[in-house]
């Protein structure tokens, strides 16, 4: 299928949705125009609502928010996530002993702890960015464990007999081979960062994205909440396409470059 | 296994740049450069079962000269190569360096394996760069000489290439130049051009052959194919089938250098060489092939 075709059939689907979505909502074949539109919504009042939003500069601040949580979580996620999967990797006592609990802890859902940061961190960006933290961290810490452990023997005996010492062997071997594996976990774990800084708003905050959400829900302001919806796509896909270039830029040397999603 | 200190005892902080033969080295009585003395492998496989790959192995290689070993699919040559290099401890008998038991990674040597062994995340350049880094060859001087040693190797196109980029062949020659630009004392090679096509593996003999002509290390040369052990090789040592295999025969070749690795196959003494050591090998091989592929493992392991 060429390109051209592709896209207009995928505009078709966008086109068609948002027509059944009008029709339903503005004449009086299902019911009341007023109650479907307190339930649904128009898709012209939605984009009008956004357009107005991003035209303005209040959303910005908030998208600055979630944005500034979304990368500490990330970023001290990933940092940690390294720091241990190289430990537990080369260290194989210390990952026999904390086995159980890391799946343990991996296992609970990490909805359940936001309530409980915000107890400790309060209703500022830290509680989010906990919650990030705590599902980035064990997507990089499992996906360094297994770069660190999946070294080809191959390429390490090689390394080896090159005279490399420890020190020279984690920097031209370990650390590039537990590179690509995070690298080929950024999408994942960048979203994780994303959806922990979103949910943990949206229970309790006062700022960010979520928070609006949550606002506009608060007051059965259905607009309200399409709108934050859609800027929140669009954030993501913002955010994704970034990744994807980064990923592009640091993973030159890997074969077939296919670009890895969750 | 971990990695072990230096073995040739100029201790001191790792990375000294001096890879310099060490003075004891007397030119006038020269140990051999590898001596493997009643060696025997046995590995000890899941389940408390053990498998023996190799006994009773004598093999001397002086410097200077190339030796190939030869034998059935599976009859530890590999492991003999690995025992030389220090990948593996012998369970028993002795391995000598230059006159000097070798304990931990052999130091003086250099290894061409049969699998990949680039780092994929490196171009050919930096690959080859990073064979200096343990011997302390400042950066600039590093890239010049990984440059000069990748024309060599006929790559001087390709030096930015990553090895998913490169021919297996080309990948074969950046690992050449790896192994060679470190200057070891032995070369030691696994069956390196296995996975090449017939006539890449001709070109990489004659690459090989070339380079080595030059200052003619000790070099042992692992391959399954007798008519490029003959050709490139003073000596071709036979191994017997495994499991517990040893050496049946040990051959010179007589044939006069240079030698181009296509040519040389078409001559009398050649024949005459192969004939004599395929006679031999024969029996091995039919050995092998009696026992069924991979069953040795099983059986070897319940006897």
């Not at chain 1, 991996?106 to 500022?124: C, D, E, K």
């Not at chain 2, 003086?108 to 060859?137: H, I, S």
């Not at chain 2, 890239?143 to 790559?155: I, T, Y």
Request: with cysteine.
């Amino acid at each position: 299928m060429n390109r051209v075709k592709l896209l207009v059939l995928q505009a078709l689907v966008m086109v068609v949705a948002l027509a059944i979505w009008h029709v339903v909502t503005t004449t009086s074949l299902f019911g009341d125009v007023k109650t479907t539109q307190f339930f649904f919504s128009t898709p012209i009042d939605v984009l009008a609502r956004t357009w107005r939003q991003l035209t303005g500069t209040e959303i910005y601040w908030h998208l600055g928010i979630t944005l500034t949580e979304t990368v500490l979580a990330f970023v001290i996620g990933s940092a940690a996530g390294i720091l241990f999967g190289f430990a537990f990797a080369r260290n194989a006592l210390l990952a026999a002993v904390f086995d159980p609990y890391i799946k343990a802890a991996n296992a609970l859902p990490r909805v359940v702890l936001a309530p409980i940061f915000a107890l400790w961190f309060g209703l500022g960006i830290w509680s989010k960015v906990a919650l990030g933290f705590t599902l980035v961290f064990f997507i990089v810490f499992f996906n360094v464990y297994q770069g660190v452990r999946e070294v080809s023997p191959t390429v390490l005996a090689n390394a080896r007999m090159l005279g490399m010492n420890e020190r020279q062997l984690f920097k031209h071997v370990y650390w590039p081979s537990a590179l690509t594996w995070m690298f080929s976990s950024l999408h994942t774990s960048v979203g994780f960062a994303l959806v922990g800084a979103v949910v943990g708003e949206y229970l309790g905050s006062s700022a960010g994205l979520g928070y609006k959400i949550h606002e506009a829900e608060s007051v059965f302001d259905v607009t309200g909440v399409f709108s934050g919806m859609l800027i929140l796509a669009i954030f993501v896909i913002a955010i994704d396409s970034f990744v994807t270039m980064v990923e592009k830029r640091l993973l030159v040397w890997r074969p077939g470059q296919s670009s890895t999603t969750t | 296994m971990e990695l072990q200190q230096r073995p040739h005892g100029d201790a001191g902080a790792t990375g000294v740049p001096s890879q310099a033969p060490s003075p004891q080295q007397a030119p006038l009585l020269q140990p051999a450069a590898v001596a493997l003395g009643g060696l025997d492998i046995t590995f000890h496989l899941e389940g408390g079962n053990r498998y023996q790959a190799v006994t009773g192995i004598d093999l001397s290689v002086s410097a200077g000269e190339l030796v190939s070993v030869v034998g059935p699919t599976g009859c530890g040559k590999s492991t003999l190569l690995n025992a030389a290099a220090g990948l593996l401890t012998p369970s028993a008998g002795t391995v000598t360096i230059f006159g000097k038991p070798l304990s931990g990674l052999n130091r003086r040597a250099g290894y061409l394996f049969q699998q990949d062994a680039l780092m994929p995340w490196k171009t050919a350049l930096d690959n080859v760069k990073v064979a200096l880094e343990p011997m302390g060859v400042p950066d600039a001087e590093a890239d010049k000489r990984a440059r000069d040693w990748l024309a060599r190797v006929g790559l001087r196109a390709f030096v930015d290439r990553y090895p998913h980029m490169l021919s297996g062949g080309q990948r074969k020659r950046v690992a050449l130049a790896q192994m060679l630009i470190r200057d070891p004392e032995i070369l030691l090679m696994d069956e390196p051009f296995g996975p090449l096509d017939a006539q890449t593996r001709q070109i990489m003999g004659n690459l090989l052959l070339d380079l080595w002509s030059k200052d003619r290390k000790a070099l042992i040369f692992v391959t399954h194919d007798l008519e490029e052990a003959i050709a490139l090789s003073d000596r071709v040592v036979v191994m017997s089938a495994g499991p517990a295999a040893g050496i049946v025969a040990d051959y010179k070749v007589p044939l006069p250098r240079p030698r181009d690795i296509a040519e040389i196959r078409l001559e009398k003494a050649f024949h005459e060489i192969h004939r004599d050591i395929w006679a031999s090998l024969r029996v091995e091989v039919q050995k092998a092939y009696a026992m069924g592929e991979g069953k040795e493992l099983v059986e070897g392991a319940a006897s």
